[in-house]
């Protein structure tokens, strides 16, 4: 059974740096599409990255540029660098794993990035 755990969220002034990771307790992670979504106050939920289990990555046009999706298939854990962060950047950050077909994603409980001066 898969179960994720989001860290590395906080308050970061503009222009700064937080890098989140993500550890996943199942057997199956090396296997699975991963991504990093978040969820702004009053806002739907929006995937900003994802990436295959060889690495392939995709980004929102949002943070193209200032964040990288990785992993770590022996740690069994996610990342994602968030660089030059901006106000608008604030919201509850989640990981997935991605599932096919009709079957939602699996979600972790998020953690909260605030950017603010």
């Known amino acids: 059974q898969v179960q994720l755990a989001e860290s590395g969220g906080g308050l970061v002034q503009p222009g700064g740096s937080l890098r989140l990771s993500c550890a996943d307790s199942g057997s199956t992670f090396r296997l699975n599409i991963m991504a990093w979504s978040r969820q702004a106050v009053g806002k739907p939920r929006e995937t900003v990255a994802t990436?295959?289990?060889?690495?392939?990555?995709t980004y929102a046009n949002s943070v193209k540029g200032r964040f990288t999706i990785s992993r770590d298939n022996f740690k069994n854990t996610l990342y994602l660098q968030m660089d030059s962060l901006k106000p608008e950047d604030t919201a509850v950050y989640y990981c997935?794993?991605?599932?096919?077909?009709?079957?939602?994603?699996?979600w972790g409980q998020g953690t909260q990035v605030t950017v603010s001066s």
């Open positions: 990436i295959t289990p060889v690495g392939s990555t």
């Open positions: 997935a794993v991605v599932r096919g077909g009709s079957m939602p994603p699996i």
